[in-house]
């Protein structure tokens, strides 16, 4: 506790400072709008480009003054004080702490402008394709005020379009659709089909949301090999077994292992002496474990569900189909076969990288949230970011009350229905944010009941549900949410809620962090608006069954069940914490494997940079093959170094998919094979390094191998001849191989490191 205290501390302090020499620099700031007003676009603009030429912002009153004028004209929106002053800290590099409602994408654009006129190229980055869009037609007339340009990468964009878009000095993008173009890019053989233009700063919507909570999320590219498969008779052998009998599953459903009984009955079936034996072992046995999870652990409407003749992925936390997420290869083959559909190409994994890996490349971060003091431990960790907190323009005039903590789920779920009725009765919007789908159905089926109608949002269509969710501030409404539903939007009250007191928001239970609490009730009290928030919880929830497993606490229900008694609330305060220390556990831990690797990367990335924009390539294949050379004394020397550029990153490229497979199994195995000796993460580096070592000599010799043998003419080289040809077709996705986001994921999680 005391160190905790001593930490706490030592943030108030810090923040205190910035505070002072930053509420000076705004107020001079203030003071000088009035003279500014006077000037025309142009002459303000001039006066912004004067103070930023030297690629710094030389006068930080007069530029925030200018941002004001320019805000009012151009977006009808004069900037407040504290607005100005996050603008400043961002500036700077924090993460700015600003509640919900306060005006964060003003500043955020405010922000880049900034950046942007002192030369350096800002991603602004958002949670989805819908508030990049949003975000960048908003604030286009800001930015593009002083000359500047604006645009969004988006999910639908062709490779011109983005390619253009990437240009801007002030990209909005969904952090997937970032690292989506990254890993492509770093599959091109001619600079001239890359998208991106790198950038400078990365300006963080949602910080903690990207930051932290999805941080450990792999983007992944992976590209069509006509590979190995589940076949339709491995599938039918395998349908027909039997659990306990044939087949075991462990007590989280994370793993399925065959009995004796079990193999025998599919060696029978499918005519071989041993699926143990030397040759079936990377085969058969192989394809016999993806059907079996696919069989056992894979159930269809809960994991995933077939629609138009194709498997879709349910994340259950979101409650939606995820439509960029795949099962790794051979578990996707093996559910479409299991279901009888077309079984779609194997694939290989070519690429993947961390949103976090993917944070790290840029030279400068800074990002806003309303919940970030809470995330302070991880931001300083793993980005060595600091946080600003910035006051409300108005007061708070929320009130926040405490926890109703009931002893069973039934009691809790009675009194959150009689809650909500009794609210609505008077005509007050409720928003109630749920956990998952499960519980939003079941809530909407229990008022629907007693005759209330409500809205129910589940993540499936960010659009769609920000227009609703703006509406849930109007009069009567009852909104049930989960956490990613209407993310980034403003819910205004309609005529006369402010009489009422203003939003209720009610959490059905308390959440795994107090950020992801906190950003639920954040949703009521806008701007100085009144509202309230509650939360309702059962000794039963999760987080209290996990959290508070090594504690006991007594106390006396009432008559409804309620326990009304600080003991308890402070018990569940406890079990949060526990869960937050557990999640910063895993998020280091994950985080040290991960860590080497994107160091890796960094290596193999020069190095194709060099391969790219030099002729290394082919001087480096002359000089290993200097016969071969002679024989290709023909060809064009043009045409000779891109062949050799193509070989070399062919090499290059494959070589380090292998090495991501490698460590993926190894980082599986390690912890069965170190126990006694090393710590797993020491051994898992030892192998990482050694295996490093050797990948970029390998590459040189399979190149200058393939550099003696392909075919080589006066169109370059066939690669395709000798099976070496890039995939035809590329597809990314997100694993949700995320232990911080929980909901189900677990055994896909398990199924890709066992197989990859
Ligand atoms: P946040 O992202 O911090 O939750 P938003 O950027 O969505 O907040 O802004 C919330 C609302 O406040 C928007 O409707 C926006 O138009 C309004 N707003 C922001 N800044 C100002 C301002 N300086 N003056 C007037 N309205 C503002
Ligand atoms: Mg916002």
């Not at 240009?167 to 770093?186: H, I, Q, T």
């Not at 806008?526 to 039963?540: A, H, K, N, T």
């Amino acid at each position: 506790m005391g160190a905790f205290d001593w930490f706490w501390k030592a943030l108030g302090a810090q923040s205190e400072r910035n505070d002072r020499k930053s509420r000076q620099t705004v107020s001079v700031a203030d003071d000088r709008v009035a003279e500014l007003e006077r000037l025309s676009d142009t002459e303000l603009v001039a006066a912004a480009r004067a103070i930023t030429r030297d690629g710094e912002i030389s006068d930080r009153s007069e530029f925030l003054a200018i941002l004001q004028v320019a805000a009012s004209r151009t977006l009808d929106m004069r900037p407040f004080s504290v607005q100005s002053q996050a603008v400043l800290r961002m500036l700077e590099g924090d993460v700015i702490q600003m509640a919900t409602g306060e005006g964060k994408t003003l500043v955020g654009a405010m922000t880049a402008t900034g950046f942007a006129l002192t030369g350096r190229r800002v991603h602004a980055i958002t949670v989805n394709d819908y508030l990049a869009r949003r975000d960048a037609e908003w604030m286009r007339p800001l930015v593009e005020f002083f000359g500047l340009t604006v645009s969004a990468v988006t999910e639908k964009l062709s490779a011109d379009e983005r390619r253009k878009a990437y240009r801007a000095d002030v990209v909005y993008a969904p952090v997937n659709e970032l690292g989506f173009d990254l890993l492509r890019d770093n599959q091109v053989t001619d600079r001239a089909q890359m998208v991106r233009t790198p950038a400078d700063v990365a300006l963080i919507d949602e910080a903690d949301s990207v930051l932290v909570d999805e941080a450990l999320v792999p983007l992944v590219l992976a590209g069509s090999v006509a590979g190995e498969q589940t076949t339709g008779e491995i599938t039918a052998a395998v349908s027909g077994l039997r659990e306990h009998e044939h087949y075991t599953i462990d007590d989280d459903h994370r793993n399925v292992f065959l009995t004796d009984a079990g193999a025998h009955r599919l060696e029978r079936e499918l005519g071989i002496d041993s699926l143990y034996a030397d040759e079936h072992i990377g085969t058969t046995l192989v394809r016999v474990n993806l059907a079996l999870h696919a069989k056992a652990l894979l159930i269809r409407d809960i994991h995933y569900l077939v629609e138009d003749g194709k498997v879709a992925l349910i994340d259950a936390s979101r409650g939606r189909v995820a439509d960029l997420q795949r099962w790794p290869d051979g578990l996707q083959a093996a559910v479409e076969a299991k279901e009888g559909l077309t079984v779609t190409d194997g694939g290989r994994i070519l690429d993947q990288i961390t949103l976090q890996a993917l944070m790290g490349r840029y030279p400068q971060l800074c990002g806003m949230t309303g919940t970030a003091v809470e995330a302070v431990d991880q931001l300083r960790e793993f980005y060595d970011l600091r946080v600003s907190v910035i006051e409300r323009n108005r007061p708070l005039q929320r009130i926040d009350e405490d926890d109703r903590v009931y002893a069973r789920l039934e009691d809790k779920n009675a009194a959150l229905v009689e809650r909500i009725a009794e609210i609505h009765a008077t005509g007050q919007p409720i928003l109630v944010g749920t956990h998952d789908v499960a519980e939003s159905e079941f809530l909407a089926e229990e008022l629907g009941k007693r005759g209330i109608e409500l809205n129910v949002l589940n993540a499936k269509n960010d659009e769609e549900e920000a227009g609703i969710i703006a509406e849930a501030g109007e009069r009567g409404r009852v909104t049930v949410s989960t956490q990613m539903a209407g993310r980034g939007t403003d819910i205004r009250l309609g005529e006369g809620v402010a009489e009422l007191g203003g939003l209720a928001v009610i959490g059905t239970s308390r959440h795994r962090t107090s950020r992801l609490d906190n950003q639920l009730r954040g949703r009521a009290g806008r701007q100085g608006d009144p509202g309230m928030s509650v939360f309702y919880l059962s000794l039963e929830d999760d987080l209290i069954e996990t959290g508070g497993a090594d504690t006991a606490v007594s106390a006396q229900p009432d008559g409804d069940g309620l326990l009304d008694n600080r003991k308890v609330r402070d018990f569940v305060n406890h079990c949060q914490r526990v869960t937050e220390n557990q999640l910063l556990t895993i998020h280091s831990q994950t985080w040290k494997y991960n860590r080497l690797l994107a160091d890796q990367r960094k290596i193999i990335d020069t190095r194709r940079d060099d391969l790219l924009d030099t002729d290394k390539a082919v001087a480096e294949l002359r000089e290993r093959a200097p016969e071969r050379a002679e024989e290709l004394a023909d060809v064009d020397a043009q045409v000779l170094e891109q062949a050799a550029r193509e070989i070399m990153l062919f090499h290059l490229d494959d070589e380090w998919a292998e090495h991501l497979a490698t460590m993926d199994d190894v980082r599986e195995s390690i912890h069965l094979r170190a126990v006694a000796k090393e710590t797993p993460i020491d051994e898992f580096h030892r192998i990482a390094v050694r295996e490093f070592k050797d990948l970029a000599q390998r590459a040189v010799d399979k190149s200058v191998e393939t550099f003696r043998t392909a075919r080589i003419d006066a169109e370059g080289v066939h690669l395709g001849d000798d099976g070496l040809a890039r995939p035809s077709a590329t597809w990314t996705y997100m694993v949700s191989d995320n232990p911080l986001a929980g909901g189900g994921s677990g055994a896909l999680a398990t199924m890709e490191r066992f197989f990859s």
